[in-house]
């Protein structure tokens, strides 16, 4: 019962915070960058345009303020919503229910005149029937401003995840294990699972960003069900192995062996590294920002 009722006051806070947002006069004063902010989840701290251009420092917000019972953390988000551009992303912001209210809330913000811009976000369908065939967004892109999405199949300019700015990356590694494990948050509630690997490696999205890139350094193979941890082991031309969890796996430009926690040692050995996907990203990256600095008349 007692969780029945929370979920109701949060959906109460969601629609009265999401009402009152599309019931106020909107501004494009300056530029808000909103994404996850997630502390125990690496990828999605560090996959946004804030961290990386100082014209966006200092100017983030939590896509979930929306539905935090605190008045001042609700009306905060009101505010610099309402009183700013927006640049939504990175992250698996489409097709996930989590985000639905927030992302169609976006679109019918563009027809108020507010700028918007989508930097480096993607589908995210958790459907393993959906894997590999996702035909369409839950939004209308077309209506924002700038569209560069990391699914390189789907509507919008391809612009992968802007992590790859970051100057860890230019770091030199040396292999010192042939594989490691790289777990999702959400894998670390398996114990059975845990246990049954316990002899390899492993590190999980939970750390920080320092320990985990290191660990991808040192390997050769990285096994993950994390898209960051594919994603980051890619730019340091790793071996990968993807164990797909959402259907984001699926649509990164330069592909991994896909298997399972069951089958992947009897993959390894098909494992391939891409070299150049590091410089790539980063100017992909450099050429969309000059787009959207200019579209947002900001510098």
Known sequence: MKNILSSLKRKRIKNKTINAILNTDQQNNSVINLHRIDRNNVGDFYCAPHLYFDVLKGKSLDIFDYKVDDKNVTANFIKKISNNSLIIGGGGLLNRSGFSKQMKMFEKLTDKNKKIVLWGLG??????????????????????????????????????CVSCM????????TSTQETGIIFHKDTLKKNNLLKRLENYPT??????????????????????????????????NKKVIAIPNSSKFYDFKYKPVFSSFDNFENDIKKGQSYSGILEECREINHNFAHKVFNYLNVS
């Open 123 to 160: 589908h995210n369908r958790k459907d393993p029937s959906t894997f590999n065939k996702n035909v369409a967004y839950n939004i209308k892109t077309s209506k924002f401003g700038l569209v560069g999405t990391r699914d390189y199949s789907m509507p919008g300019e391809y612009v992968p």
């Open 166 to 173: 970051h100057n860890i990356f230019d770091k030199n590694y």
């Open 203 to 236: 590190s999980s999205n939970t750390t920080n960003l320092e320990e985990m890139v290191g660990f991808i350094g040192k390997s050769e193979t990285i096994i993950t069900d994390s898209y960051h941890a594919m994603y980051w082991s890619m730019l340091l």
